[in-house]
């Protein structure tokens, strides 16, 4: 079955510097892959999406990069800020289903 | 718009009792999601509608768990008997069929069985 690799540690960073979130899964390359935010006590939120066929995606300070080879997407925060600090959830949709495999989250903390 | 409402927020039962989630997915979508997260084993997915039909219930860990979707804005899960096992944060999101690939999370259900 597929599995979802993401950095258990947390991560922490000063402000101003770029945060970079690893997302590695097995077997099979999915169709897209997405972003999501979560804060404590509160659902996530999407952020971004890329598909199998894309590079990169940005969105603002957001950038996404997808390496079907290396069965590996990056996810980068430039110029962080402390409000930036969550848990990070990448997900996988593996079909034509809607069915998401999310990962189990690295949280990023940015010290002012 | 509102977003994805659930209720209760917080639920606490003891063990053997039924447990009713409620979810009001997002007006005007047509898939709905349900959710468990749990610090063992992250955000798993029990069960999704679309149109008021179950599509996938490959995730609903046991048969004491069971969902319904009785009309466009209302969905249920429901667990009898409860265990202590079950405890955890529920979510329930939707998407709309136009934009599939985006998922709406509600603010979820903390639920602990003693």
């Known amino acids: 079955s597929q599995k979802i690799e993401q950095n258990s540690e947390a991560l922490n960073i000063q402000e101003g510097k770029t945060a970079t979130l690893t997302c590695n899964y097995t077997n099979y390359s999915p169709a897209y892959l997405q972003w999501y935010r979560q804060d404590p006590g509160r659902g996530p939120v999407f952020l971004l999406l890329?598909?199998?066929?894309?590079k990169e995606k940005r969105k603002e300070r957001l950038k996404v990069t997808f390496d079907t080879t290396l069965k590996q997407s990056l996810f980068h925060i430039t110029a962080s800020q402390p409000a930036d600090s969550a848990t990070y959830l990448c997900?996988?949709?593996?079909?034509?289903?809607?069915?998401?495999?999310f990962g189990s989250g690295t949280r990023l903390l940015v010290r002012p | 718009d509102a977003g994805v409402i659930q209720s209760p927020r917080h639920e606490v039962t003891e063990m053997g009792q039924e447990v009713t989630l409620r979810c009001k997915p997002i007006s005007g979508h047509d898939y709905l999601f349900w959710y468990r997260q749990t610090m063992m084993r992250g955000l798993e997915l029990l069960i999704y509608f679309n149109n008021n039909v179950p599509i996938d219930d490959s995730g609903m860990p046991e048969d004491r768990f069971s969902a319904k979707m009785p009309n466009a804005s209302f969905s249920t899960l429901k667990i009898q008997p409860s265990e202590p096992r079950d405890s955890a944060v529920y979510f329930c999101?939707?998407?709309?069929?136009?934009?599939?690939?985006?998922?709406?999370f509600g603010p979820g259900t903390r639920l602990t069985v003693l």
């Open positions: 890329i598909r199998e066929n894309e």
């Open positions: 997900a996988l949709l593996m079909d034509s289903s809607y069915k998401l495999i």
């Open positions: 999101a939707s998407s709309w069929s136009g934009e599939p690939d985006t998922q709406y």
